[in-house]
Each structure stands twice: as C-alpha cells, then as structure tokens.
C-alpha cells in the first residue's frame, strides 16, 4: 500500500489544499492530512477545528484521513508509513522555501520523497492568509473555501471583534 502524508498549516483549509488532496488520492492508497500544530504561530484557528473542517471538506474520499501533529513532518511521515509527502507549488517563492525544505527532509531520511503538485491555475494566488484577510474585512470568501468555511470565519471574526481582540 502506497501512502503519502499532505501536511500544512490549514488555518483554515482552502479549494487550493483540497485540490492538491484530491489529485494525491488519484496518487496514492491512503493520505493523511496532517494539521501542523506549530508553538511559534498563532492561528485563527485551534488545531482541532481545522481537523474537524478538513474532515468535513474530504469526507468524500474513503482513503483520507485527517489528524494533528507537532514535531518533525519526517518523524510523523515515518510513523504514517509514508513514502512521500505532497506538497503544492504556488508562486516562485513557495519553490526556495519548499526546496530548503525538501532538502533538509532528504537528509534526514533519504527513504520518504517529497512531491510537488503544481496548483491548479484557478488557486495560483489563493492562500489561507489572503482568505483569512478578505474574511476578516467582511469580503466574499465563497469562491475560495466551503460555504461552511465561510461561515467558520464569519463567526470566527465577529466573536473576535465582539469581544475587542485586535484581528489586525
Ligand atoms: P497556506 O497557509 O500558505 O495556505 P499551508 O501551510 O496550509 O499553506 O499549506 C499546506 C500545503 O498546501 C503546502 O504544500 C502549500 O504549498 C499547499 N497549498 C496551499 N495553498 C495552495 C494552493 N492554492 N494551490 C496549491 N497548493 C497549495
């Protein structure tokens, strides 16, 4: 069995994460979703909402499944059983750091590959910051992410401005 992990940040996952997804499990028997709970970021989201908004999102393909994890994307790829980790290419700067990256990874365990899918032309300047950043100006997000997504961030930003938080 061929598995491969897709891991990111997903805060919150977009129709560009779901494309690369998709396409991994024409690629692959299985493929876990990994959301990275990362100390040194804030999310807007907690780890387990984003787990729980990917399940939803992916809940049509039997052979995906969704989970956190903290620590080295090799430690937890090598625990998976995976041969690769998918990742997807945007604009030339996703490429140095990605490189830097795959690199890295490679010395560190020459048995996993790192692949990248090229973005659908359609998502090439989506990113979950752009999405967050419309959303939270009250712009139209629908063209980017689930509807119930949407509504995540709606709620998400009025909770935040409702009770004072700075979402700057
Ligand atoms: P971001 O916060 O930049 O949207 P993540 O860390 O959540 O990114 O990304 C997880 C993976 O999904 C990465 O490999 C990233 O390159 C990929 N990805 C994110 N958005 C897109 C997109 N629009 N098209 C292709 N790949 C994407």
């Not at 494309?19 to 028997?29: G, K, M, N, Q, V």
């Not at 909402?49 to 939803?56: I, T």
Request: proline share 3%.
């Amino acid at each position: 069995m061929k598995i491969a992990v897709c891991p990111g940040s997903f805060d919150p996952v977009t129709y560009g994460h779901l494309d690369i997804i998709a396409r991994s499990t024409d690629l692959f028997d299985r493929v876990y979703v990994a959301v990275l709970t990362n100390p040194s970021k804030q999310p807007l989201f907690t780890a387990d909402e984003r787990v729980d908004m990917l399940k939803r999102a992916t809940a049509e393909f039997d052979t995906v499944h969704c989970e956190t994890f903290s620590g080295l994307v090799i430690d937890y790829a090598k625990m998976r059983g995976a041969v690769a980790m998918v990742k997807g290419l945007r604009a030339v700067t996703d490429f140095e750091y990605e490189l830097k990256m795959a690199s890295m990874n490679h010395h560190l365990d020459k048995d996993i590959e790192t692949v990248f899918m090229m973005t659908n032309n359609k998502y090439s300047f989506l990113s979950s910051s752009a999405v967050k950043e419309v959303a939270s100006l009250g712009g139209d997000v629908s063209a980017w992410v689930p509807s119930f997504v949407a509504e995540a961030l709606a709620g998400k930003y009025t909770m935040l401005a409702e009770s004072g938080i700075d979402i700057g």
